[in-house]
């Protein structure tokens, strides 16, 4: 009877469970409702996390960028507002190569400007006592910064046609050449002292910032006296007009139209001289003609000429010419200056 009490109180609980319990009690379905809201947040925590270090980085990158964006502003308008001509302008150059000039798409390096610059007041301070500071030394370091650029541009333009002549310097060239350069300046001690103390730079630096440059020039322009490639038009040119005179026509007629001399405006006249006047194969060839006789082509350092004597009179002539100028370094230079594209920064 006890039992059987016992048995329906445990039926009627069992029963009161089975109504109570939950539609779902899968532990492991259970688990996984519950660790939703946590994992969604820790992806959210961990997103937020990786958003503000990111901000952190690219704030940093703007800051940095901003910083350097700033420090060559500045330097720019110092150097090219300002002219600055200090240490300071001097070390900048040396890292940041802020061009000077634009030579037909090459840039020139203020670095390079301000290396020779220095260098020319070195020279012109401790050796010649110039004041900077003083109305005249003012006005000479305005010169000077002129003649420092334009002379760099010519560097440029130089070493642009050696380039295309294949015109080269190598380095035993270089060092020879040096070698002797300072031998005749009494050896190395008494040249690098002279460098230091009147231009401020050591043999190493004279050697590859300027004497390097000069070296080229000179080679370029023994190109130019031994190429008679580079003349062939000035030649054909005045083998055309030589052509004219032996046909008859009138010599100063001719002279006003093709002669390249400032006498072109006069006929070619060349007045009446005596040796020693004019170059020596122009002067060989002129006192060998007789009055009224006309030269082949006579070439000297200034191009081909046509000569034509009209009296002689002892040891004096009066004879004219007609000039046809061929492409002399010198010429050369002066036209691919005059045609070269250039752009200038700053005040200079």
Known sequence: MKFTAHKKVLAKVKSTIKKDKPANLDPKKETTKASEPKNQEVKERKLFNFIRVKKKKTLAIIGI?????IFLGVNAVGLYAYEWEGKYATNVTKYIPYPIAMVNNHFISYGSY??????LKDYQANFKKVDFNSAEGKKQLESMRKDVLYGLIESEIIKTEAKKQNVKITQKELDDSYAQLIKSNGGDKTFAEVLKKYYGVSINEFKTEVYKDRLLRQKLMQNFSADEGLNQESKKKAEEVLAKVKAGEDFQALAKTYSQDSTAANGG???TFGK????P???KAAFALKANEVSELV???YGYHIIKVTEVNGDQ???YHILIKTKDFQTWLDEAEKNAKVKIFGKV
């Open 276 to 279: 020693g006047k004019m170059v």
């Open 281 to 283: 194969d122009f002067e």
């Open 269 to 271: 006249d060349l007045g």
């Open 299 to 301: 070439k000297t350092v």
């Open 65 to 69: 960028v901003s910083a350097l964006i």
């Open 317 to 319: 002539i009066h004879a």
């Open 114 to 119: 301000l290396d020779r610059l220095n260098m």
